[in-house]
């Protein structure tokens, strides 16, 4: 099979170079399994909805001039332009490749894990929704972070009774201040209890019934979640290449040696043009890095200057912010607006709290 560009991995990021690429008048191949998906699906809507956000159905790819795959890249001959794809082993003979396999979310090593339910793709929803459906149900969230704490507040809100465990001591603690603080006051206001600087010693099934045994007790529920994370993902045949995780790409997002090879997403170090090379894994930067792969691809390309950006809902709060935090060596309420500063004075940060209209006052701070 011929391809102009085959695109490894459909998320947020393969699909927003393959959208790309077929509005430069390059017809994409887009490999992966099922159709492209928004996000992990187990936040906010799809767990509303009980079914996963869909960024394209088969009309709308075919609409836009997009060709899909269904199947998995066993190997890969990056130099020659070749994939082989366990769809009746067919072959990918591709002028340039894209590599968008993002991350893959994995259990944390507690005996009895597998009784839990990772919070991270779509065949996952299908076990989720089987045992919301039933009303109020029991539900422990393994994980604190901004996923974990999304999908507790999305869930206690929809009436169920949930606790967050983590190992740290508070909700988003991985994040700056203020957003630990501010993000456990949103959890608590949806009902929901967390439980920080927990040891779990395992996890027990009794017919429908699962027991987290931890160090503050035993704690019985319908539903255990684990969002506790994931790692860059490069499927099989791909790391004979490129043995070390998050890739090294140039500033068009080529892998070093491999001239028509780009990755994106979640699975490259960033070469930003402000702030060097940078880990941001989130959707709008997976969409940045997967168009600005198009461009590279398409001739048109410069350096990647998108702004980062991320956004979350926990409960009835949304908390946004622009810039890159990890340049921040100092923090202060500016005018009801969270800016961090570097160590020579410039912002490089701002979070805004519940005030989105304010994202364009925050942008123009860092501009």
């Known amino acids: 099979m011929r391809a102009e560009v085959a695109i490894v991995g459909n998320g947020v990021g393969g699909y927003a170079c393959a959208a790309k690429l077929a509005r430069h008048g390059i017809r994409p191949l887009l490999i ?40 998995i890249v066993l190997e890969a001959d990056l130099a020659a332009g070749t994939l082989r794809v366990d769809a009746d082993e067919m072959e990918v003979d591709a002028d340039a490749i894209v590599l968008a396999t993002g991350l893959r979310y994995g259990t944390p ?15 996952s929803l299908d076990a989720v929704s089987a045992v919301l459906a039933r009303g109020s149900r029991r539900v422990v969230v393994i994980g604190a972070g901004l996923i974990g704490t999304e999908t507790a507040a999305t869930l206690a809100a929809a009436g169920h009774n949930v606790t967050v465990l983590d190992v740290l001591d508070r909700p988003l603690d991985r994040l700056h201040d203020p957003l630990p ?11 929901a ?18 027991t987290v045994e931890c160090d503050i007790g035993a704690l019985d529920a319908d539903l255990v979640l684990v969002a506790t994370g994931g790692t860059p993902f490069a499927p099989p045949g791909l790391a004979g290449d490129v043995v070390e995780l998050p890739l090294a790409v140039d500033a068009a997002l080529r892998l070093p040696g491999h001239d028509r090879v780009h990755a994106v997403g979640d699975l490259i170090v960033v070469p930003h043009a402000r702030f060097g090379p940078m880990r941001f894994p989130h ?21 990647l200057e998108r702004l980062p950006y991320w956004w979350t809902d ?18 202060a309420d500016e005018g009801g607006m969270h800016v961090g500063r570097d160590a020579g004075g410039e912002p490089v940060a701002a979070l805004v709290v519940d005030e989105p209209r304010r994202l364009r006052e925050a942008r123009a701070l860092l501009a």
């Open 283 to 303: 959707w709008d930067m997976a969409i940045g890095t997967g168009e600005h792969a198009a461009d590279a691809i398409a001739g048109v390309g410069g350096a």
């Open 193 to 210: 209890r967390f439980r920080g600087g927990v040891t779990i010693a395992g996890l027990l099934r009794d017919g429908a019934l699962v």
């Open 32 to 71: 992966g399994r099922g159709l492209p998906v928004d996000r992990p699906p187990l936040t906010k809507s799809a767990l509303t909805e009980g079914a996963p956000v869909l960024l394209a159905d088969e009309e709308r790819l075919a609409e836009r001039g997009i060709d899909r795959l269904e199947g």
């Open 109 to 123: 090593p507690i005996p009895g894990i597998e009784e839990a339910v990772v919070n991270a793709n779509p065949a």
């Open 181 to 191: 603080e501010l993000g456990a006051g949103a959890l608590a206001a949806t009902g």
């Open 314 to 331: 926990i409960g009835a709060h949304t908390f946004a912010e622009v810039g890159w935090a990890e340049a921040a060596v100092e923090w």
